[in-house]
C-alpha cells in the first residue's frame, strides 16, 4: 500500500467536520506564511504546525458555535478551520491569557 493511498483510507475513516477542519486549516495556515512571512524555515513550518492543531482543536469549537447559529454543516467548519488556522497563533495566545491570565512579556 502506498503512503498516498494510506492517506486516502484515513481521510475517508475521519468524520467530515474532522476533515473539513484539517484541510481549511492547512489553508488558512498557508495564508498567514504567504502574507507574514517569517526568514526562518523553521520558524515558518512550526507556524504552519501550530495553526493546523489549533484549526483542529479551537476550530471545532468555533465550528459548532457557528453552526448552531446558521445551521451550515460543513461549511461552518470549513470556515472555522481556515480563520483558526490563519490566526490560530493569536486565538491561542488570547485563550491563555484570559483563562492563565498571563501578563505579556
Given amino acids: 500500500m502506498s503512503t498516498l493511498e494510506t492517506i486516502r483510507q484515513v481521510i475517508g475513516a475521519a468524520p ?24 526562518s524555515w523553521r520558524r515558518r513550518m512550526s507556524e504552519g504546525f501550530a495553526g493546523a ?6 476550530g471545532g469549537l468555533v465550528g459548532h458555535l457557528i453552526h448552531s447559529l446558521t ?10 478551520g481556515f480563520v483558526m488556522g490563519e490566526g490560530g497563533i493569536a486565538a491561542v495566545r ?3 491569557k484570559l483563562i492563565l491570565k498571563e501578563q505579556p512579556k
Avoid at 460543513?74 to 472555522?80: G, H, M, S, V
Fill in 16 to 39: 467530515e467536520q474532522l476533515t473539513a477542519l484539517c484541510l481549511s486549516g492547512a489553508a488558512g495556515a498557508y495564508v498567514r506564511a504567504v502574507f507574514a512571512p517569517q526568514a
Fill in 53 to 58: 492543531l489549533s484549526a483542529i482543536f479551537l
Fill in 71 to 80: 445551521d451550515a454543516g460543513t461549511w461552518a467548519f470549513l470556515a472555522a
Fill in 94 to 96: 488570547g485563550v491563555r
